[in-house]
């Protein structure tokens, strides 16, 4: 299957696609080649997981939740496998995982399948597009699970983004977080920082500390990005020092300015030139001002 094809086919969409793979062939199709019947039940323990699906974390509470609903009405929907590269006779998940899981929970012996024989890329293709759609990743996987896209298969941002039905933006957006360092992206894996918080970090000083301050003081994420701004704001590191280096006669004339005028006055001179500066604090010191000029 070209690039081409198999990318304008990942184009369709989830429905379309899904839809086809979770589809169990007629009973009178033509099998194909080397490949095992269709809507078949095979043993749990012949199933194993996909190592390249992108989600690596499955909530307990839902495990059982949906063990209970098997338990009561068996497994609905069938898991779709392809034949194991590695293993005769075994399975490997391309969609469904939390069903084989729960499934082995539940007690059950034997699970049906859909059988398909689809290579390595389009497995992860259709296991990315699955669970993004179904929105049963946490942000972290995601940005993995596209970054595996890019690394293994030469995608880029436009064509992750036609797979998924995701605009473009929000595929950058979600690569960004792979930038943070481990510390923030475990925060970002457990939910205890969201998506848009951690993307404020992303080109701060001290991405940990200011992660935690949000955390600790429940920020939003308008906050969050007023906060990583004022980190980002160089100090003024030389003002201390330019005020011991003026000489003498510029601190006697700022003093005798400030006495006069009653109001704050720096000077900062400068070989061909400098500046005059007269702090206010009122619109009524400003007044006055004016009018000792005029006059």
């Given at each position: 299957?070209?690039?081409?094809?198999?990318?304008?086919?990942?184009?369709?969409?989830?429905?379309?696609?899904?839809?086809?793979?979770?589809?169990?062939?007629?009973?009178?199709?033509?099998?194909?080649?080397?490949?095992?019947?269709?809507?078949?039940?095979?043993?749990?323990?012949?199933?194993?997981?996909?190592?390249?699906?992108?989600?690596?974390?499955?909530?307990?509470?839902?495990?059982?939740?949906?063990?209970?609903?098997?338990?009561?009405?068996?497994?609905?929907?069938?898991?779709?496998?392809?034949?194991?590269?590695?293993?005769?006779?075994?399975?490997?998940?391309?969609?469904?995982?939390?069903?084989?899981?729960?499934?082995?929970?539940?007690?059950?012996?034997?699970?049906?399948?859909?059988?398909?024989?689809?290579?390595?890329?389009?497995?992860?293709?259709?296991?990315?597009?699955?669970?993004?759609?179904?929105?049963?990743?946490?942000?972290?996987?995601?940005?993995?699970?596209?970054?595996?896209?890019?690394?293994?298969?030469?995608?880029?941002?436009?064509?992750?983004?036609?797979?998924?039905?995701?605009?473009?933006?929000?595929?950058?957006?979600?690569?960004?977080?792979?930038?943070?360092?481990?510390e923030v992206r475990m925060l970002v894996a457990d939910g205890a920082l969201s998506a848009g918080h951690a993307r404020t970090l992303v080109t701060a000083s001290?991405?940990?500390g200011l992660a935690q301050k949000i955390i600790r003081d429940g920020l939003s994420v308008r906050q969050a990005e007023a906060l990583a701004q004022a980190a980002?704001?160089?100090?003024?590191?030389?003002?201390?020092?330019?005020?011991?280096?003026?000489?003498?006669?510029?601190?006697?004339?700022?003093?005798?300015?400030?006495?006069?005028?009653?109001?704050?006055?720096?000077?900062?001179?400068?070989?061909?030139?400098?500046?005059?500066?007269?702090?206010?604090?009122?619109?009524?010191?400003?007044?006055?001002?004016?009018?000792?000029?005029?006059?």
């Amino acid at each position: 299957m070209s690039d081409d094809s198999s990318r304008k086919r990942l184009g369709r969409g989830l429905a379309a696609l899904i839809g086809d793979m979770d589809t169990p062939q007629r009973a009178d199709a033509k099998p194909q080649a080397a490949t095992p019947a269709p809507d078949r039940t095979v043993p749990v323990e012949h199933v194993g997981p996909n190592p390249r699906n992108p989600r690596r974390t499955f909530a307990e509470a839902d495990l059982e939740d949906l063990a209970a609903s098997i338990r009561q009405h068996g497994i609905v929907q069938p898991i779709v496998v392809r034949p194991s590269p590695t293993k005769a006779g075994r399975y490997e998940i391309i969609a469904g995982e939390r069903r084989w899981r729960a499934a082995q929970r539940a007690g059950v012996t034997d699970v049906p399948v859909i059988i398909r024989n689809v290579d390595d890329r389009t497995s992860l293709e259709i296991a990315i597009v699955e669970n993004v759609q179904r929105a049963d990743l946490n942000p972290l996987e995601e940005a993995l699970g596209y970054q595996q896209l890019i690394d293994e298969h030469d995608y880029v941002q436009t064509d992750l983004a036609q797979i998924i039905g995701k605009s473009r933006s929000h595929v950058a957006n979600t690569l960004r977080l792979l930038k943070l360092p481990d510390e923030v992206r475990m925060l970002v894996a457990d939910g205890a920082l969201s998506a848009g918080h951690a993307r404020t970090l992303v080109t701060a000083s001290d991405p940990a500390g200011l992660a935690q301050k949000i955390i600790r003081d429940g920020l939003s994420v308008r906050q969050a990005e007023a906060l990583a701004q004022a980190a980002a704001q160089p100090r003024p590191q030389h003002a201390a020092r330019v005020v011991e280096e003026k000489d003498a006669d510029t601190r006697a004339l700022e003093q005798l300015l400030t006495d006069v005028t009653g109001l704050k006055v720096a000077i900062a001179h400068r070989e061909n030139g400098g500046e005059l500066r007269i702090a206010y604090k009122s619109l009524e010191q400003l007044d006055d001002l004016c009018r000792r000029l005029q006059r």
